[in-house]
């Protein structure tokens, strides 16, 4: 344990700047943008609307208690959705580290250092894992409740200065307090869902002598594509052809883009939400675990835990010649 926790503080220390201060800068320029916006909305005065659902509501004259509490129900359970950029970020930043992550010790020679001291292939490829799938998440969380939080509290003097308070019915709200712990709770189904792209971009990280993002990237691709190209010879004589939609979304989409957070919800899970969930979080949090009882989810995380193994055992006897 006290091996990983050096390790881990080594990536940490490697790659501050993308995980730390490039969701901080991004964090930044939300706060300069939305809340620069809420704050003219304040200071521009005249206006006596706001919006909500998409309708005009007049907010100088007051607000039935009912709208009130609706309003302070929506800021409340969805003010960490002011922070959905930064998890694009995430799965940008972790994409192209899990890229580098064995690539780059082995081109500038480094790893004959790191092999020199007393760890293994497999902790080493372990804490690369644990700080693509935890510790970059985690990272990003605390900086996402930081910045919904202001996003919020700006939100709110904008309102106040309409005419409509409401810090006291927002501060009543569970769901207030709740939501980092929602976010929490993904974090594991981000883990299940995320592991067949880090297994899959760390083992071509261990294994390519160069090129690695055309080799991670354009190799999937470029099997949907002759897959799709033997369907078109193969369908004019026999019926019996390759599932072409299935490959490209349970392999290349799910392959490459399982670092997206929501990745697990379709489009009927989304419909859903919107007409009978709404910005229920914990209704959220249900549907998305529900996904668990797909086969496909578990034979995609058992992959990925493949390809790290290969990893590994690629890091051990892959060199620069």
């Keep these: ?54 309708h005009s509501v007049v907010a100088i004259q007051g607000l039935p208690p009912g709208l009130r509490a609706k309003l302070a129900y929506a800021a409340a359970s969805g003010y960490l959705g002011l922070a959905a950029p930064l998890f694009v970020v995430l799965a940008v930043v972790v994409f192209f580290y899990c890229l580098a992550a064995l690539h780059d010790d082995r081109r500038d020679r480094s ?8 760890l293994s292939d497999r902790d080493t490829v372990l804490s690369k894992v644990l700080t693509a799938l935890v510790v970059a998440p985690l990272i990003t969380i605390a900086i996402g409740v930081v910045t919904g939080l202001a996003l919020l509290v700006l939100g709110m003097i904008s309102v106040a200065g309409k005419g409509v308070n409401l810090f006291g019915l927002v501060l009543q709200e569970p769901n207030l307090y709740l939501g980092p712990l929602y976010l929490l709770a993904f974090l594991p189904l981000y883990i299940i869902y995320a592991l067949p792209t880090v297994g899959w971009l760390l083992m071509v990280s261990s294994w390519a002598r160069s090129k690695v993002f055309l080799w991670a990237v354009c190799t999937p691709l470029v099997v949907a594509m002759l897959l799709k190209w033997f369907n078109l010879i193969v369908g004019h004589v026999s019926n019996s052809v390759i599932d072409v939609n299935w490959f490209y979304y349970e392999v290349v989409v799910r392959g490459l883009a399982g670092l997206v957070p929501g990745i697990w919800l379709s489009h009927s899970d989304i ?4 007409q009978q969930y709404g910005l229920d979080p914990g209704a959220l949090l249900g549907l998305s675990y529900s996904t668990l009882a797909y086969p496909s989810t578990w034979i995609a995380a058992a992959v990925g835990a493949a390809m790290i193994y290969a990893a590994m055992r690629l890091r051990r006897w892959r060199d620069e010649g």
């Design 271 to 274: 419909e859903v939400i919107n």
């Design 111 to 118: 790893i004959l250092f790191w092999k020199s001291l007393p």
């Design 1 to 54: 344990m006290k091996t990983m926790k050096w390790l881990l503080r080594r990536e940490f220390w490697e790659h501050k700047g993308a995980f730390f201060w490039t969701p901080v800068a991004v964090a930044a320029a939300m706060l300069l943008l939305v809340g620069g916006g809420f704050m003219y909305a304040l200071a521009a005065g005249g206006h006596d609307t706001i919006q909500f659902n998409g």
